[in-house]
């Protein structure tokens, strides 16, 4: 295939009439979904409203990654995902891609001494898990180590290997290193079914038969299982984040630094910097949106706040102009143990799952390839602990990690 015409907007000859497998979503977790299954040998279309990859909520996370995490279903999907992404270019088979990616660390830290036993047990969960370089870091090594951060933190914990990267370049690696066909600004308006189950996926460009699909579409996973008579177990909830302008106060060779009470946290981004703040008080959006409202006062809030966490931030505050901010706004996705959704639904054959994040950068990788492996059989349904199924099967275990970003 004429590499440049792997990613297009179809026309009445160009759209595929059949596929093996047809993707919904074209974020970084259907394109890492559509990059295994066309590596797998199927025929893969993968279909996107927009007018390009990665243009709605991926772009719009702090596209950082963690081992940190205590659930073991979890650690099982973000440990390979870090080694592909330490790994990128082989991965995708494109020498010298770069992905940006920076091993910062992640850094959490609490003003509260009484949550020492509970990080010491943390990081003990993370060790069980492989991940023997996070480490518990007391008030001595935080003010050492970390003199950015604020002497009222007396606990945290931090391991050196979490980072960062561009999830732009991610994305649009597994679309350049697969087999699949990406269709642009191709909007799906229905799934057709028969007695075998999904039958075609029907779009504003025309229709093309399958028998699998993927609904990766992320906020508006909900909209496309219904499409199938299928309700998910899914909130989506939005979340804003800051990007200020360089300032020569901010350390540019700082961790993601995270206030695990406040829920508030930044990282340097080219000597600016990335922050946000989790609203314990916003809402579910019954209704997702592509373009997500920004709240005015959202940046003057955050700043307020994230000095308890940095005191720096203060006399940066004083030096910034409406300019230097710039607020944006996505969804994190939650499900009843803020664990994603992956698999096939029992209900309807054929129709698959691939959604329901808040850790959609970080995950996809792994999450990508295990979809692959469920539709083409390398792995059975029952040893995926993340299938749709489990909370049937009250199999459910609420995740516990910190910053998920759930109260």
Known sequence: MNPTRKIFVPDAASL????????????????ATAFWLSRAGLD????????????????LSVESFRAQMTESAMADLVLPSIRMYENFAETVGIPG?????????YLFVSDDAAMAEKLRQAVAVHHSHGVTG??????????????????RMVCGTFHQNDGWLSSHEATQGFA??????????TRVT??????AGVAAVHTSRGSIATRHVVNAAGPFAQSIAQMVGVTLPVDAVRRQKVHVAPKPQI??????????????????????????????????????????PTDWDYAAVLLDKITALSPFWAEVAETLSASDLTTTAGYYMYTPDDQPLIGPVDAVNGFHLNCGYWAGV??????????????????????????????AEGLVTTGDSFLRGRH
């Open 97 to 105: 891609h770069d992905i940006a990616l920076k091993h910062q660390g």
């Open 44 to 59: 893969t279309v993968l279909v996107e409203m927009r007018e390009g990859l990665s243009t709605l909520t991926t772009p």
């Open 190 to 195: 229905g799934i057709g079914t028969d007695a």
């Open 16 to 31: 595929p009439k059949t596929a093996d497998v047809v993707v919904v979503g074209g974020g970084i977790v259907g394109v």
């Open 176 to 185: 350049k290193g697969s087999h699949a066909k990406f269709l642009l600004q």
């Open 134 to 151: 996070s480490e518990f870091v007391d008030a001595d090594a935080i003010r050492r180590r970390f003199p950015y951060i604020s002497e």
């Open 362 to 391: 970080m995950l996809s990788p792994e999450a990508g390839r295990r979809v692959s492996c469920l539709v083409t059989g390398e792995m059975r349904p029952e040893d995926n602990p993340l299938r749709p199924s489990r909370f």
């Open 251 to 292: 350390p540019r060779s700082a961790p993601l630094c995270i206030d695990i009470g406040a829920e508030t946290y930044w990282r340097p981004e080219h000597g600016g910097a990335l922050m946000a703040w989790v609203d314990p008080d916003e809402p579910v959006t019954a209704n997702p949106l592509e373009d997500v």
